[in-house]
């Protein structure tokens, strides 16, 4: 079955950390570029964090920048999502996605049409 699996969200103070993943499956993951998404109840998708195939050249949101890093480990077609510092504000469900031919500011800006997208974790942030 092809798809992205993402797992890692849970529940955090504020000030902690999580570390999210996305697993690939039924393709080659490490063909794509890739990228984070977050969706808050009411609030409109948005990109956080994409990164090329290689894993050379990242992008970040600047509500994100300094606080969260996006990596993969391409022998396990696997992205993270490392958050730090993260505040309530950061309360949503997080997707990835996979897609090619994109740059990595076009791929952070487009928010629906990607090749493959996860089902999305849900990150919690409350004391």
């Known amino acids: 079955q092809v798809q992205l699996v993402e797992s890692g969200g849970g529940l955090v103070q504020p000030g902690g950390s999580l570390r999210l993943s996305c697993a690939a499956s039924g393709f080659a993951l490490r063909q794509y570029a890739v990228g984070w998404f977050r969706q808050a109840p009411g609030k409109e998708r948005e990109g956080l964090a994409c990164?090329?195939?290689?894993?050379?050249?990242?992008y970040y949101a600047d509500s994100v920048k300094g606080r969260f890093t996006i990596s993969r480990d391409n022998d396990r077609d696997t992205v993270y999502l490392q958050m730090n510092n993260l505040e309530p504000e950061d309360t949503a469900v997080y997707y990835c996605?996979?897609?090619?031919?994109?740059?990595?500011?076009?791929?952070?800006?487009?928010?629906?049409?990607?090749?493959?997208w996860g089902q999305g974790t849900q990150v919690t942030v409350s004391s």
């Open positions: 990164l090329t195939k290689s894993g050379a050249s990242t």
């Open positions: 996605a996979a897609d090619t031919g994109l740059t990595l500011h076009t791929m952070c800006a487009v928010t629906r049409s990607h090749d493959y």
